[in-house]
């Protein structure tokens, strides 16, 4: 009961850590020890449920016209502009570039399955100029090695280094806040939730449900029920003065 307690309470162990460990003093007890234990649920941390940090419109850009370095630039710009994950953009190759339909395709995503995402007209003006200065082969992003690709880390690295040289290392944004950034700012200019899903490769709705409780835009427009109710009567006292 104590190592449990230390476990959620002084390391603070995610629950699923902590039931995997009390499982497992469970089975010595009942099959090694042979005495009765029952599994003390009380000890386990609540299940929580985040919504994750959204960047801003301005902070987007902010954050993109602060890097000079062109492929870090591109990577930045296209993270947000196709809501693809950190290795779906390291994994890209340039075969996947389909500029005539203007789409990306994301070979073997998650959970093993092909779909193909959105590209921007001026995204695509900067990876052509990105191709001619760094001339990739097989992947858009080659690592040091040649024939490599760019690791995950790198990705990682560049953009918490773009948000210190902004400002914006406080908020502590991730690549996935990107991501995030991206499937909401589609919420708020009025995409529907079945295209978001099938643009962030989600297998269930119930996943991109909830970029809806991210958007503030939606928020903004609704009208409070006690502004209304205020306005109503505001109404029909200047109705019952105009008779």
Known sequence: MEYLLYLSKTLGCSRVKCR??????????????????????????????????????????KLIDGVQNLKHRTILMLLYSTGMRVSEIAGCRIADIDSKNMRI???QGKGGKDRYTIM???????????????????????????????????IQHLLQKALIKVGLESK???????????????????????????LLGHTSL??????????SKR??????????LLLAKDNNIINAQLK
């Open 120 to 154: 921007s007209e001026q995204v695509l003006l900067e990876l052509r100029a990105y191709y001619l200065m760094y001339k990739p082969k097989d992947y858009l992003f080659n690592g040091c090695r040649e024939g490599k690709r760019y690791s995950v880390r790198s």
């Open 20 to 61: 995997m460990a009390a499982q497992s003093i469970s089975f010595f007890l009942r099959h090694v020890v042979k005495r009765p234990y029952v599994i003390p649920t009380v000890i386990y941390p609540r299940p929580t449920s985040k919504l994750p940090p959204v960047m801003l419109p301005e902070e987007i850009m």
């Open 219 to 228: 928020i903004d427009q609704i009208i409070n029920p006690y502004d209304a």
């Open 172 to 198: 502590h944004y991730t690549v996935h806040t990107i991501r995030h950034s991206f499937a909401t700012h589609l919420v708020d200019n009025g995409t529907d939730l079945h295209t978001i899903k099938e």
């Open 105 to 107: 395709k994301i070979v």
């Open 206 to 215: 119930q996943t991109t449900m909830k970029y809806m409780h991210l958007t």
